[in-house]
């Protein structure tokens, strides 16, 4: 029996070298060239089989074990964010404007390592283990890019991942069955009215009036439509209209987004919003044109796989540091892995409450936990492959 966490620890100071060196040079969405480079350079000199350029910059390597078995994919995302760092680490990026503001340096560096732990430890799996790097998660398009690209062949039998999180205690992992990211969804209407001046009201269709009134109604939506045990969130992020202060112009322009768990409630978010646009607009005398803009479903852990990992958690971090409250509304494009193939998706804690949030100019964590990490996704998927 491999103690793969004895194994990723041996490694940590090149896991922690991996990591702090792509800290250091982020790379935005589809733009990963340097990383994958470095990424496939590792692979290669594991004796890894391996496909490049999938999703543009994505890399799916193929570890064989020693017999037949299930294929397991193991994915990491691998894009930084386009925010200017504040920070005075001494690997702080040293590109302006860019900066691994998630976590996903870490993810990748986990990856290299669980290619190195596994590569050295063949005889502890049976079958294929697909190690999927993953571009452009940021911008929720590297997973079906890389799907299109065929990344998918072999399917998977089952498909886990993993994400750093600073706010959460460091060495603590959350993990639940069910929906634990939610879909994410965009919108975008107009209204139009009829534009005048601004003295002059009554010879105008004033669509500012009217979009307020639909802003309005559209909160009534979570809270009057749906179930108060379900979650549902949605949110106004952008109102243009007019250009001075005296006129009453033609038209008004919104977008927002829609955060749910259940598919159900997502279609009825999504009927509802658009009744109230157009049914609006219409009964105030004007007009509208509305569009909703899907993009990822819900993260969603299968049940059974994932009361199978509880158990493999106790043997590397102990009872202790298991949380079975892991739901919260971001959204990841993992989620549309898991739609393909069932698995689960798991939260390591990185930091604590006194650590920046997600997606801040000031984002940091602890990367002592990366040996952690990639003992986890090992022991993942030594035990799912030899069932």
């Not at 386009?82 to 870490?106: N, R, T």
């Not at 852990?301 to 971090?317: A, V, Y």
Request: net charge negative; glycine share 10%; aromatic share 6%.
């Amino acid at each position: 029996m491999v103690d793969f966490y004895k194994a990723a620890k041996a490694i940590e100071n090149e896991i922690i070298e991996w990591r702090r060196d792509f800290h250091k040079h982020p790379e935005l969405s589809f733009e990963e060239v340097r990383t994958a480079g470095i990424i496939s350079d590792h692979l290669t000199k594991l004796g890894i089989e391996h496909r490049t350029g999938l999703g543009k910059t994505g890399i799916v390597g193929y570890l064989h074990g020693k017999g037949d078995g299930p294929v397991i994919m193991l994915r990491f995302d691998i894009d930084a964010l386009p925010i200017p760092q504040e920070s005075d680490l001494e690997y702080a990026s040293v590109y302006p404007g860019k900066m691994h503001g998630c976590g996903h340096d870490g993810h990748a560096a986990i990856g290299m390592g669980v290619a190195s732990v596994l590569a050295e430890n063949k005889d502890s799996i049976n079958g294929t283990i697909m190690l999927v790097f993953q571009p452009a998660e940021e911008v929720a398009s590297g997973a079906q890019a890389m799907i299109d690209d065929g990344a998918l062949d072999p399917m998977p039998d089952m498909a886990f991942g993993i994400h750093v999180h600073s706010i959460t205690e460091k060495g603590v992992v959350r993990l639940e069955p069910g929906p634990v990211l939610s879909a994410a969804d965009m919108f975008k209407f107009t209204v139009f009215g009829k534009g005048g001046h601004g003295a002059e009201p009554h010879d105008t269709v004033d669509p500012i009036v009217i979009t307020a009134q639909i802003i309005n109604n559209i909160q009534t939506i979570v809270s009057r439509n749906v179930s108060p045990l379900d979650v549902a969130v949605v949110s106004i992020g952008s109102i243009h209209a007019g250009e001075a202060p005296n006129v009453i112009p033609d038209s008004c322009m919104v977008s927002g987004n829609i955060r749910t768990y259940l598919p159900e409630t997502r279609e009825l978010v999504h009927k509802r919003i658009q009744e109230i646009v157009e049914s609006t607009a219409k009964n105030n005398g004007g007009s509208s044109d509305f569009e909703m803009i899907y993009g990822v479903p819900a993260t969603v852990n299968n049940p059974e796989i994932t009361e199978e990992i509880f158990p493999l958690l106790e043997k590397i971090i102990g009872a202790e540091n298991i949380s079975r409250d892991a739901r919260s509304t971001p959204s990841e494009d993992m989620s549309i892995f898991l739609e393909k193939a069932p698995g689960a998706y798991l939260v390591l804690g990185a930091g604590g409450n006194d650590y920046p949030p997600h997606h801040n100019p000031k984002f940091h964590w602890d990367d002592s936990v990366l040996p952690t990490g990639v003992a986890i996704m090992c022991e993942i998927a030594a035990h799912f492959s030899t069932k």
